[in-house]
């Protein structure tokens, strides 16, 4: 069965112990389609990717999967079902090698799939017998995203995948988020800091303040409406 929505997070409500950092937050994506999420420091975003990946004490709400709830589910079994998180962290294993990282995200698959990862970056088939520790920050990026689309997400969270990184190797990533949604029919979620470069990624936004989603509209409406980008993300914004 086939269904128009990929994602579909209906009233969740999640944080850490007893302190509750996302509130009823609603929103749905549909599939091939780019949504980011923006707001300022500490209003949610890491935590709203986290929760929908099963990394926080959720309190209420669903996020429906290609149709499924995957909420009661542990995070390895969300991966299973189709959701690849690359956290902000980027999780590189630092004492296995390249290849021995990328081997971590083949799941089930044959130790062969780990050519699509280096089609994808081919700087990691240079480095492939490298450590994860000897990596620059931008390689670790490649390689953590890399490892997550060996496992075929049909939805793919990337939390900050350019904080850090120089210009050149941004937009070598984002040609290949790019790639990935537009050829590969991929769904994908992005929180980056900077806006511009957001909006020129993503059809959509959700913009998040205290927990809550305060705006969501499509890019374009933001990338015009200054005002509500001052309001909410702050002066200077846009450029
Ligand atoms: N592991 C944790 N335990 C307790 N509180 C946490 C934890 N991680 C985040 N928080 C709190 O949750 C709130 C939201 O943080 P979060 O990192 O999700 O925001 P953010 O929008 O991603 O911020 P930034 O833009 O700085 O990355 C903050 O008040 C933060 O202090």
Not at 79 to 89: E, F, H, M, S
Request: proline share 4%; with cysteine; aromatic share 6%.
């Amino acid at each position: 069965m086939t269904t128009a929505v990929s994602l579909d997070v209906r009233n969740l409500s999640a944080g850490y112990g007893p302190t509750r950092v996302i509130e009823d937050v609603s929103f749905s994506v549909a599939p091939g389609s780019r949504l980011a999420v923006l707001g300022r420091n500490g209003v949610g975003k890491t935590s709203l990717f986290a929760t929908i990946a099963g990394h926080t004490r959720r309190y209420g709400g669903e996020i429906r999967l290609g149709g499924t709830d995957i909420a009661p589910l542990a995070p390895a079994a969300r991966a299973l079902a189709g959701l690849g998180y690359v956290p902000q962290t980027r999780d590189v294993f630092s004492t296995l090698t390249v290849e021995e990282n990328l081997s971590v995200g083949l799941k089930k698959r044959p130790k062969d799939a780990i050519e699509e990862a280096y089609k994808l970056f081919p700087r990691l088939k240079e480095r492939r017998r490298n450590l994860g520790s000897q990596l620059s920050g931008g390689e670790q990026q490649m390689l953590s995203t890399a490892r997550t689309i060996l496992g075929q997400p049909t939805v793919l969270l990337l939390d900050e995948p350019l904080e850090g990184l120089a210009p050149v190797i941004c937009e070598e990533l984002t040609a290949v988020f790019s790639a990935l949604a537009q050829q590969g029919g991929m769904t994908i979620l992005l929180v980056e800091q900077r806006i511009q470069s957001a909006l020129d990624f993503a059809d959509d936004v959700i913009i998040l303040e205290r927990g809550r989603i305060a705006w969501s509209g499509a890019s374009a409406a933001l990338a015009g409406d200054r005002k509500t980008v001052e309001h909410f993300l702050g002066v200077g914004g846009l450029h």
